[in-house]
């Protein structure tokens, strides 16, 4: 087998496009026989085989452009031998044409687009780390493989005016060339990849100059404004473009909202006998498990007790069904300094204390390291979210979809509280329960926050 | 109100100036006695009289050099070359001092000169010239080169009735193979607007003259085919609508020019140096253009057919460019 590589046409060019293929795969060739033709940015020229034997395979289509050294196309030596009555006289395989570097190394790769995140509630299971990879750097305008994006200056201004990543956008013109109806299509379809980092590509506008022509051209119907456009731009303003997790976001708080009738319950809970567990805890646990002990844990555990004694908690709503979910898979909203992801702990109810903590911590660690798979970041039946640690009394969380319900934590502070008719200092939080009231009725709501109350706060459990 | 052919336009269009306007005076070979060798001047002498009618001898220098002596004198010539390619016997008059003149001396020459030009009837090299890009490059001239019968009319009442030289071509094919109804009133045709002769949303081919029928035909097809588009004539290629060209470019963002000229130096080049210009970020593809080959037109029939631009052509090269 012989690669047969893009040559590079003299000094300065760095790419070629192939514009005919004079064989075709299965073809006989000889050495030295015009193969292909290219054109660059400097010459057009035929370029000849650089070993004799059987066209096996053609890499890049006609109208492809693609970097020097890339193959373009492979032959089979072999095949000229079998092929040939004169096997004798058969060449053997040569390497890559001489004047061009044998092997072809990988293009580069353009950064992968960011998954699409999964929409997550309300908030944060505990300050997330700096992340400096947080907006991904916008590479050179290729294909993930190193082709280049073929477009023309109509639609590449609508890619500025939009903040789109051509990279992401199929083009259906002559040789995959982005047109202006795949561009337009894909904006309004949602299905662009905005660049992340709006840095790099919507220069920040500190300017009182008329609202770009396109604000929300790509946001989906459900992020339509409340108020004429026009409204939203005076005096000094800087305009961000959304990054895709946060349309993503953005649309499904929207249509938790308008889809459940979201109702409030806010209970306290005296955690002391938690606390105090925990920090004796604390260092013994971490040395014998390898992870941290932190509170979440306990309300994981809490929350699952809750939804195995009031399974309607632990449901989707389609239509006119109830789906009652036989695992209890726990999504934890975690913050990440891009926005928000909700990794869900498959099969809570399975897990004794020590598996969640170390699901927890896991799955927390890789949301800010960008590692989660598709998969934990999907199917979670409940949610709980901790604005808690950033200090919030109590929240009134958004419903996670397809959820009917959400566990707000709030702060974990000592407060004085009536005990036997006595003032005692006790470790207290406030825990919220946000409930779609289709289905879960207060009777329910509270039964559950009450079983998830007598949990915490009579803690049986072995933790180690 | 009878349909008339863009001859009958062209003749009127001289019968009512010359009615008008006692200075219109016109002058050419064989128009006279003979009414021209396309019949455009018949009747004009029995009408006007020797002293406004005049059968010029065969020297193209001589007949615009005289139209010019008479434009500085008051009068408004109206000058005929029998066929415009013999305008290039008088390139340095038109050249050096009709167009010049206004600049240098302060001397306007309100003189039309026009004549039939174009290919397609198989006239062959010295009888089928479409000569207006020896004049694009004139600074002093105007340049027009219509397409139907009303604009015929109304653009050469203009052309009269304007202060400076202007080139009026009158493609032959079209004379008497098109026809239209036209107000019985008088009217006039402003000089430097382009027309959109269709509307569409994919593309747009930009043509004038014989052209634009040949477009309006391709236009058809692809219509067929999906493919929508949009038709506009230039009318005057000099000043070039430039407004016009851009409006639609930045509408369908793709630009077909179609010309009968040879393509080399054609009209097309200018205008997609202008659309570059004035609408680059709006361009979703290459400007493209359908031209006659670069040589003199043949006389063989068949030969001549592969030279010029057909519906055909016009239609493949928009194809492609609606593809891209």
Same mark, same amino acid.
């Given at each position: ?35 292909? /033709?290219?054109?660059?940015?400097? $010459? ?234 925990? !920090? ?24 699952? /007790? ?37 990794? $869900?702990?498959?099969?809570? /109810? ?31 039946? &409940? ?6 640690? &950033? ?27 009536? $005990? ?18 289709? $289905? ?21 459990? !072995?933790?180690? | @109100?009878?349909?008339?052919? @863009? ?18 005076? +016109? ?18 002498? =029995? ?18 050099? *005289? ?43 309100? @003189? ?23 004049? @694009? ?72 003259? =014989? ?80 031209? *006659? ?28 460019? +609606?593809?891209?």
């Amino acid at each position: 087998m012989a690669d047969v590589i893009m040559p590079q046409m003299g000094e300065s060019i760095f790419e070629g496009t192939i514009t005919k293929w004079l064989k075709k795969p299965g073809d006989k060739i000889e050495r030295d026989e015009p193969l292909f /033709e290219i054109s660059t940015d400097k $010459v057009d020229a035929e370029i000849p085989s650089p070993s004799a034997g059987v066209l096996k395979e053609i890499k890049v289509n006609e109208g492809q452009t693609v970097p020097i050294q890339t193959v373009v196309a492979v032959i089979d030596a072999d095949g000229a031998s079998a092929g040939t009555s004169t096997a004798a006289s058969a060449p053997a395989p040569a390497p890559a044409k001489a004047e061009a570097p044998a092997q072809a190394s990988a293009p580069p790769k353009s950064e992968a687009p960011p998954k699409p995140a999964p929409s997550p509630a309300a908030s944060a299971l505990r300050a997330a780390a700096p992340s400096p990879a947080a907006a991904s750097s916008s590479a050179p305008p290729q294909r993930p493989g190193g082709e280049k994006i073929r477009s023309s200056p109509l639609v590449r201004r609508i890619a500025r005016e939009n903040n789109v990543d051509l990279s992401q956008i199929p083009g259906t013109g002559a040789g995959g060339r982005i047109s202006k109806h795949d561009i337009r299509a894909a904006i309004e379809g949602g299905s662009a990849s905005r660049t992340s980092s709006g840095a790099a590509t919507a220069p920040a506008r500190a300017t009182s100059a008329p609202p770009p022509a396109a604000g929300g051209a790509a946001a989906s119907a459900v992020l339509e404004t409340a108020v004429p456009r026009e409204k939203m731009y005076f005096g000094h303003y800087e305009v961000q473009p959304m990054s895709v997790m946060r349309q993503r976001i953005a649309e499904h708080m929207v249509l938790s909202k308008r889809v459940s009738p979201h109702v409030y319950s806010v209970d306290e809970v005296n955690v002391s006998g938690i606390a105090a567990l925990r !920090s004796k805890m604390k260092d013994k646990f971490e040395q014998s498990s390898g992870t941290k002990l932190t509170f979440m844990p306990f309300f994981v555990r809490a929350a699952v /007790e809750g939804l195995r004694a009031f399974p309607t908690v632990n449901s989707s709503v389609d239509g006119t069904n109830i789906v009652l979910h036989k695992e209890c898979n726990i999504g934890i909203a975690v913050a990440l300094d891009w926005g928000l992801i909700v990794p $869900v702990i498959k099969n809570a /109810e399975e897990k004794n204390f020590l598996g969640i903590a170390r699901a927890l911590n896991d799955l927390a660690e890789r949301a800010r390291t960008k590692k989660l798979k598709p998969e934990e970041v999907a199917e979670s039946t &409940f949610s709980i979210t901790n604005p808690g640690v &950033f200090g919030g009394l109590f929240g009134l969380p958004v419903i996670n979809q397809p959820n009917v319900a959400i566990l707000g934590l709030g702060t974990i502070e000592k407060r004085p509280v009536v $005990v036997d008719d006595a003032i005692a200092i006790r470790s207290m939080v406030y825990l919220t329960l946000s409930y779609d009231h289709r $289905v879960v009725d207060g009777a329910v709501a509270h039964q559950f926050m009450g079983k998830v109350k007598h949990t915490l706060e009579n803690w049986t459990e !072995s933790i180690l | @109100m009878a349909a008339i052919t @863009m001859l009958e336009g062209i003749r009127q269009a001289i019968f009512e100036e010359m009615d008008r306007d006692p200075a219109v005076v +016109a002058l050419g070979e064989d128009i006279g006695v003979y009414g021209g060798a396309f019949k455009v001047t018949e009747g004009l002498l =029995a009408r006007f009289g020797p002293e406004r009618v005049i059968d010029a001898p065969i020297s193209e220098t001589a007949i615009v050099g *005289a139209a010019c002596g008479m434009g500085y004198l008051g009068l408004r010539p109206i000058v005929e070359m029998q066929f415009i390619d013999f305008i290039a016997c008088c390139f340095n008059q038109v050249t050096n001092f009709v167009a010049k003149s206004h600049y240098r001396w302060g001397a306007p020459v309100p @003189m039309v000169l026009r004549g039939p030009s174009g290919g397609g009837v198989h006239g062959g090299p010295f009888h089928s010239a479409n000569p207006e890009m020896y004049f @694009m490059h004139t600074p002093g001239l105007k340049i027009i080169y219509p397409s139907t019968a009303y604009d015929a009319k109304g653009l050469l009442k203009s052309a009269v009735r304007d202060n400076n030289p202007v080139l009026f071509f009158e493609h032959k094919y079209l004379y008497r193979r098109i026809k239209e109804e036209i107000p019985a009133e008088e009217y006039t045709v402003p000089i430097g607007k382009a027309v959109v002769r269709r509307e569409g949303k994919d593309l747009t081919i930009l043509s004038y003259a =014989a052209m634009v029928h040949t477009s309006l035909e391709a236009a058809e097809t692809l219509a067929k085919e999906g493919i929508d588009a949009e038709v506009i004539d230039l009318r005057t290629l000099l000043p070039l609508d430039r407004d016009a060209i851009l409006a639609s470019v930045k509408k369908t963002n793709k630009l077909l020019v179609v010309h009968e000229d040879t393509r080399t130096g054609g009209i097309a080049g200018e205008i997609a140096a202008l659309v570059c210009e004035g609408a680059f970020e709006d361009l979703d593809g290459p400007i493209a253009r359908v031209t *006659a080959l670069d040589t003199p037109t043949p006389y063989s029939p068949p030969l001549e057919e592969r030279f010029l631009p057909n519906a055909e052509k016009v239609a493949a090269a928009a194809r492609d460019l +609606a593809k891209y």
